[in-house]
């Protein structure tokens, strides 16, 4: 089945610093990718729409300046939490949709921040 | 707009038992996709099964089954002699037309003790 890699698993950074989140389709191009959020015993809310060649569309409540996402290639969007703090922790999980007609659902394995 | 409805916080089973989750969905498209994962404690999602709305068959894999009922909008998940390792946070999700986004239940935390 399709894979969807994302790394790191887990971070801890400093409050002002920012971090880079990377979400790999493995063997699979994916012209779209989906970022979401989890905060402890949440539920997983979708945060922004990445979209290969332009640009994110966010959903609702989301500072597109505080999390930029970036689209670079049919196998690779990035998240980048600016300027982080500590009410940024949380467990950010990418998707990638794959199969006929992209109904099916894939997703990396998730990346534990911690912003101290 | 689509919502996703598991009522159960929180089950607490012992080992052996059958337990079922529940999950309830609104949708106005006629046609979606409804979707069930595991979130073990490391976090990942772990993908279970996948059903669009125009097969209501009723699956059994292993020791799961599901129950997709449209006229109750309800596709409710079975575990069957439940295992300690089966312990996890479950999440039941929906997408509308063809896959675009998920949206997800508040997730029903099942705790199968020896």
């Known amino acids: 089945g399709a894979v969807v890699s994302q790394h790191p698993s887990w971070v801890i950074c400093k409050s002002g610093t920012s971090v880079k989140i990377e979400c790999r389709s493995l063997?699979?191009?994916?012209?779209?990718m989906f970022w979401y959020r989890q905060f402890p015993k949440q539920s997983l809310m979708l945060m922004a729409t990445?979209?290969?060649?332009?640009?994110?569309?966010?959903e609702q409540g989301v500072e597109k300046d505080k999390f930029l996402i970036n689209h670079a290639s049919l196998t690779l969007s990035t998240l980048t939490v600016t300027s982080a703090h500590p009410e940024d922790s949380s467990f950010y999980i990418c998707?990638?949709?794959?199969?006929?007609?992209?109904?099916?659902?894939?997703f990396g394995q998730g990346t534990r921040l911690t912003v101290v | 707009a689509q919502k996703v409805t598991q009522a159960q916080t929180e089950i607490s089973v012992v080992e052996k038992e059958d337990v079922t989750l529940d999950c309830v969905y609104e949708?106005?498209?006629?046609?979606?996709?409804l979707f069930w994962y595991k979130q073990p404690p490391s976090g990942e999602l772990v993908f279970l099964i996948r059903?669009?709305?125009?097969?209501?068959q009723n699956e059994i894999s292993g020791r799961y089954s599901w129950n997709f009922q449209k006229s109750t909008s309800s596709f409710n998940f079975t575990i069957t002699a439940s295992q300690v390792v089966d312990s996890a946070v479950y999440f039941c999700?929906?997408?509308?037309?063809?896959?675009?986004?998920?949206?997800f239940g508040k997730g029903t935390m099942l705790l199968v003790s020896p």
């Open positions: 998707s990638a949709p794959s199969g006929s007609m992209n109904t099916e659902a894939f």
């Open positions: 063997d699979f191009q994916a012209t779209t």
């Open positions: 059903r669009n709305s125009f097969d209501e």
């Open positions: 999700a929906l997408s509308e037309g063809g896959y675009s986004t998920l949206t």
């Open positions: 949708t106005r498209d006629t046609t979606y996709y």
């Open positions: 990445s979209n290969e060649g332009s640009k994110a569309t966010y």
